[in-house]
């Protein structure tokens, strides 16, 4: 097996839906599928067992809910990527799941068509998130910036960060990979998963996203 292979987590309840995401994924040489869970305690169970880079994940699970599981991986594996798996834009979860750490969010429409894309532009950093998921994101972000004026409207706080870490989170903004940027600082991808992890305690957040954004709004980057 590959060492550059993104090694997945395929967490849908759907049976019919799991099995066509299984075939798509079969045979790539840059993707590998480590296992497909149909339930939360299934893929518990993979997650334990199995090192990973990305989770795939349906909200709807027949043991409980998939906003629970993405909270958990994202709180203990900081350096998985998350892509949910959504019915339809309108799901009330949109921003729940991508404040809790989710990165992506695709659409099961046609997702045979987009899913290995998807996966790639995940792991080089970037989001893929559906169009018309966007627009259901944007008309909530609208009620939450007004919330959040007064908030960021405060006197500045200096950097918690070091000056080591605000270099990470500098590069992370950038839409660098943790190997990358392992080797632009001549340091380990454990080492940078490790500064991640203070990262994330300090800013209080859970996903490179979120860290990104905070950021931003304390002035740390540009």
């Given amino acids: 097996m590959a ?8 967490v849908e309840n759907d049976a019919e839906v799991r099995l066509r995401l299984q ?3 079969e045979g790539l040489a840059d993707i590998h599928l480590i296992g497909a869970a149909t339930t939360k305690r299934e893929a518990d169970l ?5 090192p990973f880079q990305m989770l795939i ?3 709807d699970l027949p043991d409980g809910f998939g906003l629970d599981l993405i909270r958990k991986t994202a709180a203990e594996h900081p350096q998985v990527d998350i892509m949910v798996l959504a019915d339809s834009n309108d799901d ?21 068509t987009n899913l290995v894309s998807a996966i790639r532009l995940l792991a080089a950093g970037g989001s893929p998130v559906s169009p018309s998921v966007a627009k259901s994101v944007l008309r909530a972000l609208r009620t939450y910036t007004n919330h959040s004026i007064e908030k960021n409207v405060t006197s500045l706080q200096p950097n918690p960060l070091s000056e080591r870490e605000t270099e990470i989170l500098q590069l992370l903004a950038k839409g660098m990979s943790f190997s990358e ?10 080492t940078v998963t490790a500064h991640i992890k203070k990262i994330y305690r300090k800013l209080q957040v859970h996903s490179r996203g979120e ?8 002035g740390l980057i540009p």
């Fill in 3 to 10: 060492e550059h292979q993104i090694k997945v987590i395929l």
């Fill in 23 to 25: 075939r798509t994924l």
């Fill in 46 to 50: 993979l997650i334990a067992q199995f």
């Fill in 57 to 59: 994940a349906d909200l």
């Fill in 92 to 112: 009330p979860h949109v921003v729940s799941a991508i404040e809790l750490g989710a990165t992506g969010y695709v659409l099961k429409d046609k997702i045979e």
């Fill in 181 to 190: 940027i392992g080797e632009i600082l001549t340091i380990s991808p454990h």
């Fill in 211 to 218: 860290a990104v954004y905070e950021a931003a709004q304390m």
